[in-house]
């Protein structure tokens, strides 16, 4: 019998084991007793909080984007400016828990697993929505709604590339020269476009409910 008052505590250590398990393993074969033991206790004890690996799974990807909702809402409260905007959200894209060798290896898995799974397929849908509504919210007041949403696409598609790249071990990017090029581009198609009238402080949605 579970301990009073344990639950969140187990249902934590389980997700974050989920997490590392899945990301050693680079797939979703992972067992449920093999996800209990990094988390240290018993499969049966993993069945009860979850009832199935599969709900378990969808837990994990369900914290990473909390996660990222929390880190964003921080960092775009802060950001003085549309570009500042910007900025916040590349640089929170490539922060270290996000961009951990692990936490990569088990996004590309849960990409993989929306091949087949509807909710993984939403999960991960919701979250190219709100990267693409974030990098809006700073580029929308520089451009206009048009050429905003061309250049959060490319900004959102090299972030995506980045990570896949990061998984090809041989050829890891660091965090900052990651940040450098997504800002590099972001600069580079700004400069196309003279800024528009009435730039100042706009608030977005973050990264929204998971």
Not at 70 to 89: F, H, K, M, N, Q
Not at 116 to 137: F, K, P
Not at 144 to 169: F, N, V
Not at 170 to 191: F, M, R
Request: glycine share 8%.
């Amino acid at each position: 019998m579970p301990k009073v008052g344990m639950e969140p505590v187990r249902r934590k250590a389980l997700v974050d084991a989920a997490l590392k398990t899945i990301g050693h393993h680079g797939s979703l074969t992972v067992t449920m007793s093999e996800i209990a033991r990094e988390a240290g206790v018993s499969a049966a004890l993993a069945h009860h909080y979850f009832g199935s690996k599969d709900r378990l799974l969808i837990e994990t990807i369900r914290s990473l984007l909390r996660q990222l909702r929390a880190d964003a809402g921080a960092a775009l409260s802060a950001a003085a400016t549309p570009r500042e905007r910007i900025s916040a959200v590349i640089r929170i894209s490539f922060q270290a828990d996000q961009f951990d060798s692990q936490v990569v290896a088990a996004w590309l898995a849960f990409y993989s697993e929306a091949q087949r799974s509807e909710e993984v397929r939403r999960l991960l849908a919701l979250y190219a929505r709100r990267l693409h509504s974030n990098l809006m919210s700073g580029l929308r007041p520089l451009c206009g709604p048009a050429e905003a949403s061309r250049i959060a696409d490319g900004a959102a598609a090299m972030i995506d590339g980045l990570y896949i790249r990061q998984s090809l071990k041989a050829a890891p990017s660091s965090i900052d020269a990651s940040v450098a090029l997504v800002e590099d581009y972001v600069t580079g198609q700004l400069a196309s476009h003279p800024p528009l009238e009435g730039e100042g402080r706009t608030k977005g949605p973050g990264w929204g409910e998971a």
